[in-house]
């Protein structure tokens, strides 16, 4: 069955880390979407990228990169340079732009210890 | 630009009634409406789509309202169980260009009382 698998599901980072988020999809999807989700907050978005080796800034990029080297893999990585990382991170896939829905991965919640 | 909101953010149920959520966007130009349901440690799933030339579709024990006057759209789950409880919330797409970003409510509740 096709689908987004992110990993891992639980994380733990000491201050001052960077920690890398993976995100994979097999849905043969172009585009693919980070996101950060916080209680009592809408789904923020991080970072996208609509091709291959090609990523937009989202509404709050700071503190966090990603690279697009493979259309399957979009993995996230959240530097030290991020103050509050502590979140549940989502990624999703869709096809090419947005008018077909998203389809979301598991999540990984991310903690600061 | 495009805002997304829902009417309330907790929402409780008695067990077999009907469930009524409800998003509220602001432009007009509106294209694509999607609700999402979220349960507890998971990643949001779809559950039903409508698209602005539409007003009505209904799925399997869901159906989707949308009214363009007034810019609303409601998700309705008839005879609600217990394995309805998560977060709802709605998701707008303006346009049909490639650039165009997906707008997300903040999610509503359900509590499903027995």
């Known amino acids: 069955d096709g689908g987004i698998t992110q990993s891992p599901k639980y994380l733990f980072r000491k201050e001052g880390q960077n920690v890398t988020l993976s995100c994979e999809q097999n849905?043969?999807?172009?585009?693919m979407y980070w996101y950060r989700q916080d209680p009592g907050q809408g789904l923020r978005l991080i970072y996208y990228?609509?091709?291959?080796?090609?990523?937009q800034k989202g509404d709050i990029a700071e503190g966090y990169s990603v690279s697009r080297e493979k259309k399957e893999s979009f993995p996230l990585t959240v530097t030290s340079a991020q103050k509050n990382p502590t979140a549940f991170y989502l990624c999703?896939?869709?096809?090419?732009?947005?008018?077909?829905?998203?389809?979301f991965g598991s999540g990984t919640r991310l903690t600061v210890v | 630009g495009e805002s997304v909101g829902l009417h309330l953010p907790t929402l409780s149920v008695q067990e077999g009634d009907n469930s009524i959520i409800n998003c509220a966007y602001s432009?007009?130009?509106?294209?694509?409406f999607i609700w999402y349901k979220q349960e507890s440690g998971k990643g949001p799933q779809f559950i039903i789509d409508?698209?602005?030339?539409?007003d009505k579709r209904q799925g399997q024990r869901v159906t989707v309202l949308l009214n363009k006057t007034v810019k609303h759209l409601s998700l309705q789950i008839a005879a609600t169980q217990p394995g309805d409880s998560a977060v709802y919330f709605c998701a707008v797409i303006e346009g049909m260009n490639r650039d165009d970003k997906i707008i997300f409510g903040k999610g509503t509740r359900l509590h499903i009382l027995p």
């Open positions: 409508i698209r602005s030339n539409m």
């Open positions: 999703a896939s869709s096809r090419t732009g947005v008018n077909y829905g998203y389809t």
């Open positions: 432009n007009s130009a509106s294209d694509y």
């Open positions: 849905l043969n999807h172009d585009a």
């Open positions: 990228s609509q091709i291959v080796n090609d990523f």
